[in-house]
């Protein structure tokens, strides 16, 4: 191959990766075209059934797009209003400013409002390679915000990493109620309607949110988000009134249930008749009218850990007794550790002159540990027994 071809070839890959990999961009819903986003519904498509660049319901001079649960659609995901970004997206800050409908004529309905990340091998086409995790799973990358509609003071926050049809899965999940503060649940679930396990530890922080008073997410626009990294994922909103960030859950500590696979970036609305909000056991009823959800902006901002790789402080593997690690991972903050094989195990950390820093169990074959000032020595300990000595 010529010089020339090769360079043409080197080019025609850079392009190629940025079609596949968006670098960030927002989305302000002031105009009749959208630029970022695709339309796309498996139901009854009604022309109505979606304005852009029309005013808010609630504010005037707020241009939204805005979303109709129509009565002719049938029950699923798939058949609502939904909109997908025509460029992956990877690692990165996401936001919404998001207003769900209000139903107070019908107080069950059974309704869902999703803002949230989504690429299935099982209905991809081949876009990526399949089971990237290589578990024997159908990958199924996806972090969700979603409200269910007849109770506005919850929100609901999933990640998966894996799904299959027989309802065989991995997804951690959390739901909460803002306007008290109550966590329902913080989950690890492996199959679909099973009770899954309650996690705890570094995979349920914060333990306690703050309440917004009156928090009802169908009577005005809140700012809400989540950052994706490959080490976590951070659920948040912010509170209108104080302009302070609430973190509603901080999940890390166990990296084989943080998806790695880039996504589309959606935002939907559905009806759901098998699916009830927590506290409102009998709301899965059909819409009997329209229920408009309002989006007034969705931005994505890419991080530059995704553009540019962590850094690797040691990728060379220790081995303590047939033990090894297979990566040292150093951010700004924290340190994230990955193992070939480890079960019942935890990690503490020690100052040099034996004081313990930080000790924590380690869940799946990776862990987070923060870091600090002083030099410090990390020990991996398994039924009492040190199998691995790290100097961090």
Same mark, same amino acid.
């Given at each position: 191959?010529?010089?020339?071809?090769?360079?043409?070839?080197?080019?025609?890959?850079?392009?190629?990766?940025?079609?596949?990999?968006?670098?960030?961009?927002?989305?302000?819903?002031?105009?009749?075209?959208?630029?970022?986003? +695709? *339309?796309?519904?498996? $139901?009854?498509?009604? !022309?109505?059934?979606?304005?852009?660049?029309?005013? &808010?319901?609630?504010?005037? %001079?707020?241009?939204?797009?805005?979303?109709?649960?129509?009565?002719?659609?049938?029950?699923?995901?798939?058949?609502?209003?939904?909109?997908?970004?025509?460029?992956?997206?990877?690692?990165?800050?996401?936001?919404?400013?998001?207003?769900?409908?209000?139903?107070?004529?019908?107080?069950?309905?059974?309704?869902?409002?999703?803002?949230?990340?989504?690429?299935?091998?099982?209905?991809?086409?081949?876009?990526?390679?399949?089971?990237?995790?290589?578990?024997?799973?159908?990958?199924?990358?996806?972090?969700?915000?979603?409200?269910?509609?007849?109770?506005?003071?919850?929100?609901?926050?999933?990640?998966?990493? +894996? *799904?299959?049809?027989? $309802?065989?899965?991995? !997804?951690?999940?959390?739901?909460?109620?803002?306007? &008290?503060?109550?966590?329902? %649940?913080?989950?690890?679930?492996?199959?679909?309607?099973?009770?899954?396990?309650?996690?705890?530890?570094?995979?349920?922080?914060?333990?306690?949110?703050?309440?917004?008073?009156?928090?009802?997410?169908?009577?005005?626009?809140?700012?809400?988000?989540?950052?994706?990294?490959?080490?976590?994922?951070?659920?948040?909103?912010?509170?209108?009134?104080?302009?302070?960030?609430?973190?509603?859950?901080?999940?890390?500590?166990?990296?084989?249930?943080?998806?790695?696979?880039?996504?589309?970036?959606?935002?939907?609305?559905?009806?759901?008749?098998?699916?009830?909000?927590?506290?409102?056991?009998?709301?899965?009823?059909?819409?009997?009218?329209?229920?408009?959800?309002?989006?007034?902006?969705?931005?994505?901002?890419?991080?530059?850990?995704?553009?540019?790789?962590?850094?690797?402080?040691?990728?060379?593997?220790?081995?303590?007794?047939?033990?090894?690690?297979?990566?040292?991972?150093?951010?700004?903050?924290?340190?994230?550790?990955?193992?070939?094989?480890?079960?019942?195990?935890?990690?503490?950390?020690?100052?040099?002159?034996?004081?313990?820093?930080?000790?924590?169990?380690?869940?799946?074959?990776?862990?987070?540990?923060?870091?600090?000032?002083?030099?410090?020595?990390?020990?991996?300990?398994?039924?009492?027994?040190?199998?691995?000595?790290?100097?961090?």
């Amino acid at each position: 191959m010529n010089k020339k071809a090769f360079l043409l070839l080197v080019f025609s890959m850079i392009l190629s990766a940025f079609a596949q990999t968006s670098i960030g961009f927002s989305e302000y819903f002031d105009y009749l075209n959208l630029i970022n986003f +695709d *339309y796309g519904s498996g $139901g009854n498509k009604a !022309k109505w059934a979606w304005e852009n660049g029309v005013s &808010s319901e609630i504010e005037d %001079t707020a241009k939204v797009i805005k979303l109709a649960m129509d009565p002719a659609d049938k029950a699923g995901a798939w058949q609502g209003q939904n909109f997908s970004s025509q460029s992956f997206t990877h690692f990165g800050k996401y936001s919404a400013r998001i207003k769900i409908p209000n139903v107070q004529k019908q107080p069950n309905v059974g309704g869902v409002v999703g803002f949230y990340t989504y690429y299935s091998d099982l209905y991809g086409g081949g876009e990526q390679e399949k089971d990237a995790n290589k578990n024997g799973l159908n990958d199924n990358s996806e972090i969700d915000l979603e409200w269910l509609i007849a109770n506005p003071q919850l929100i609901y926050m999933t990640a998966w990493t +894996d *799904y299959e049809e027989s $309802g065989d899965c991995r !997804k951690i999940s959390r739901i909460v109620n803002l306007a &008290s503060g109550k966590i329902y %649940t913080t989950n690890y679930g492996e199959k679909l309607g099973s009770a899954g396990v309650e996690l705890s530890g570094i995979e349920n922080s914060p333990e306690n949110i703050t309440s917004i008073e009156d928090f009802d997410a169908s009577k005005r626009f809140y700012v809400y988000g989540f950052d994706w990294r490959p080490e976590s994922i951070r659920w948040w909103i912010i509170n209108p009134e104080s302009r302070d960030t609430i973190t509603l859950w901080n999940y890390g500590g166990n990296i084989e249930r943080i998806t790695q696979k880039p996504a589309r970036l959606m935002f939907n609305i559905w009806h759901t008749n098998d699916w009830a909000a927590e506290d409102k056991p009998f709301s899965v009823e059909a819409p009997a009218d329209t229920f408009w959800a309002e989006f007034d902006w969705v931005k994505y901002e890419r991080f530059d850990s995704a553009i540019s790789p962590v850094s690797i402080i040691s990728q060379k593997k220790q081995k303590t007794d047939n033990y090894s690690i297979k990566s040292v991972q150093k951010y700004s903050n924290r340190t994230v550790l990955t193992f070939n094989d480890v079960k019942n195990a935890k990690i503490l950390v020690y100052s040099i002159n034996g004081r313990k820093l930080y000790e924590s169990e380690i869940v799946g074959n990776g862990c987070v540990i923060p870091n600090f000032r002083q030099r410090s020595v990390a020990l991996v300990k398994k039924n009492g027994k040190t199998i691995c000595r790290l100097s961090l």
